[in-house]
């Protein structure tokens, strides 16, 4: 009897390990097959600060750009670079904010000057970007959500990217059904030799390769968009926004006046206010958002009043659609508009300052 019970007991252990054994196989080939999806797709995720880019002269002191792809596609970068005297560079994801832009300039403490591009859409609290828990440290999250007195819904989805950080590790598609499903369209549109086609349902920004600081030849405009397609961009944009602009509790507000102030203290500082098209104001926009954003552009300009101020959203008729190859971004015909009225004010408009200390910064380093 007492060797039956043995038998018994000899049994029972390996039939209480099988469905440890089945689980662990299934996630190992469950997570093999979503890397191998990721790796087909082409997705990938931000290693380190994200793309670094730079125009202009390489030797003295660079300029920094702290903005998202609306102030790369909306200047000019190489008159820009000829108008200061000096090299310009920047880092770049996708979505970028203030709260990304601040880990930025901590790789620049000795740039004297700093060019910041903000907008309805850059400031919204509201818009995430998909890499944000990868560059900036969650302990600083946490107090800026804390001191900006942030709804508890902004509470839950910025930490949720935390965690979605570590489950990547695993499976490096999660989180990101959109970005998956346009990878798929796009795998078949190539099947089908229907690119073309596929082009006029995403809305995607194209840059030259890196390290180059330029947003590329672009004469695609959104006057030529189909009602149908305007729609469809305008809903994805309003999932990906939630529906709401929010300007005054989050941490994008709190990185913005810790830029500011921190530009200051390198040298001098540019702000430029970006358009955007007439379609998005109208759709996203009410008075309330639109007081409540100049507010915050009144805010920082109290915390920087000697910076220099560019307001490209007043330029007349700059939120047409023809001068825009999406609903945010300039094209090739709003940048070339948009780069006179930038370099007018920057080199007329009251920034002789900082013309002044850009010179004898180089004349210091010897250039």
């Not at 689980?23 to 087909?40: D, E, P």
């Not at 229907?194 to 390769?209: M, R």
Request: some cysteine; charged content about 20%.
């Amino acid at each position: 009897m007492h060797m039956s019970g043995s038998v018994r007991g000899n049994t029972s252990h390996p039939r209480r390990m099988r469905p440890a054994a089945v689980l662990l196989v299934s996630l190992v080939l469950a997570s093999s097959a979503n890397h191998l999806l990721a790796h087909w797709l082409g997705l990938s995720w931000t290693e380190g600060m994200g793309i670094y880019r730079r125009v202009g002269p390489e030797t003295g002191r660079q300029a920094f750009c702290a903005g998202s792809s609306l102030l790369v596609s909306g200047l000019s970068w190489s008159k820009v670079s000829e108008a200061l005297g000096q090299g310009i560079e920047t880092w770049g994801v996708g979505g970028s904010s203030p709260d990304i832009w601040e880990e930025w300039q901590h790789q620049r403490p000795l740039s004297n000057t700093m060019i910041i591009g903000v907008s309805v859409y850059d400031l919204n609290e509201m818009h995430l970007a998909n890499d944000r828990a990868t560059i900036v440290p969650l302990s600083r999250t946490i107090n800026d959500l804390w001191a900006s007195d942030a709804d508890p819904a902004l509470w839950h989805r910025v930490l949720t990217q935390y965690s979605l950080r570590y489950v990547r590790l695993l499976f490096p598609t999660a989180g990101n059904a959109d970005q998956v499903q346009v990878g798929m369209r796009s795998k078949v549109a190539e099947q089908l030799r229907l690119q073309a086609s596929l082009a006029e349902h995403e809305g995607v920004v194209f840059e030259p390769s890196p390290p180059l600081l330029d947003a590329g030849e672009s004469t695609a405009t959104v006057s030529e968009w189909s009602s149908a397609r305007v729609l469809r961009r305008m809903a994805a944009l309003r999932a990906e926004n939630r529906g709401r602009h929010e300007f005054y509790k989050g941490p994008k507000r709190m990185a913005l006046h810790r830029l500011l102030s921190q530009g200051r203290r390198q040298g001098c500082v540019i702000v430029v206010v970006l358009p955007v098209t007439r379609e998005y104001s109208e759709a996203f926009l009410d008075e309330s958002a639109i007081a409540a954003f100049e507010r915050a552009v009144h805010e920082a300009m109290a915390i920087a009043p000697e910076a220099t101020f560019v307001r490209l959203d007043r330029v007349p008729g700059i939120s047409d659609p023809r001068y825009f190859s999406d609903l945010v971004h300039m094209n090739s015909f709003g940048r070339r508009l948009a780069t006179e009225a930038f370099l007018t004010e920057v080199t007329h408009g009251g920034s002789q300052r900082m013309l002044d200390v850009t010179s004898s910064a180089s004349i210091s380093s010897g250039k």
